[in-house]
């Protein structure tokens, strides 16, 4: 079958097969390349037009000690281990208010899994306490927090059903979920990756079940380690049968999808040594991200890369590869950044609108459910005046 056989379809309307999706991830051929990275912006284009999204917001890791050791990461500790740390509600409101002053439309919030972590012996108290910090305050901020291994935690801890869990958070203030935790959706690849997470199944339940409670979500794929073009496939067929059901409910399901290649340059050595390189391989992210573009086709729309993994320049080169959303300002980046990556923690406004304009798009601010904001400015070259759009927190 040539590739145009599997392409012209897809560009029709129809849904990609995964046997075709693992014959497209496995090309070598500058050609045969380029051909699918076409196709995909093709796609793109047709679904979402040439305008690229960005949202103004802000990261807080509200702790990093965590009592699991997944194989990836450099973030976690132990408690009293040098460099633990946790923040407290002035501190997170302190955030929260200078996200809120450089026009912050949403926080996103994740941490790591502490037992100790409670309020009146219970965990979900905890985690309603840090919402409330935030809304308290800013009660139209969007909350975006707390993955689904979060949400597992809590119900575990508390003896709690996942959709108790996820209904207090929701009327406690949480808007959203990230789809973070996903790794990659194969059981073999948790094992090694991250052994005392939750399995596959239990991570599209705890997701569906949030969908089904009209709580949306993003999601993820950790790339570039010990999986196959097999298990990024299958991964793929899940997200897809995932949103495919939520669309058949009337529920939103997911509302983007983000390729996260690994960085291992400061992860355990066991991995490290395993993979055999420190940084993603550029082409290969922009590979996977052109296929995943045709094979979420019309049931996700939306599509990011990540500038913390692979710099401005390597997000900016992704919005030809099927990608139509640049992400957001992060204004603090810890998980990735301590892993060893290059890209940086905060981008500015302007540098996010330039980074667009580069190659010829329209810039377009978003909230996180990518309903349209009339955009602060209007040029790279208005923006570059701002000066609070230009100052960086740290």
Known sequence: MTLNAILNPVL?????????????????????????????????????????????????NYTNICEQHCSFCAFRRDEGQDGAYWLDGATILDKATEAVQQGATEICMQGGLNPEAKVNGRSLDFYQRLIRTIKSEFPDLHLHAFSPQEVQFIAREDGLSYADVIVALQGSGVDSLPGTAAEVLDDAVRQVLCPEKINTATWLEIVETAHQLGMPTTSTMLSGHIETPVQQMQHLGL???????????????????????????????????????????????????????????????????????????????????????????????????????????????????????????????????????????????????????????I
């Open 12 to 60: 029709e309307g129809h849904d990609l097969s995964e046997a075709d999706g693992i014959l497209l991830l496995t090309q070598t051929d500058p050609v045969a390349i380029a051909t699918i990275q076409q196709a995909a912006d093709e796609l793109r284009r047709q679904l979402v037009g040439d305008a690229v999204t960005y949202v103004v917001n802000r990261n807080i």
């Open 239 to 393: 997200l897809r049968s995932l949103q495919q059901r939520a669309v058949a409910r009337g529920d939103r399901g997911i509302t983007e999808f983000i390729v996260l290649p690994f960085v291992g340059q400061e992860a355990p050595k066991p991995l490290r040594r395993r993979v055999g390189r420190d940084q993603p391989v550029r082409q290969d992210a922009l590979l996977l991200m052109a296929v995943a573009r045709l094979f979420l086709g019309r049931w996700v729309v939306n599509h990011q890369p990540s500038w913390v993994k692979l710099g401005l320049d390597g997000a900016t080169e992704a919005l030809s590869w099927g990608c139509n959303d640049i992400g957001g300002t992060l204004m603090e980046e810890h998980i990735t950044s301590m892993a060893g990556a290059q890209g940086g923690t905060c981008m500015t406004v302007a540098d996010l609108r330039a980074a667009i304009e580069s190659i010829g798009r329209s810039p377009q601010q978003r909230d996180t459910l990518y309903q349209s904001l009339e955009p602060s400015f209007t040029t790279a070259s208005d923006a570059s005046r701002s000066t609070a759009d230009s100052v960086m927190l």
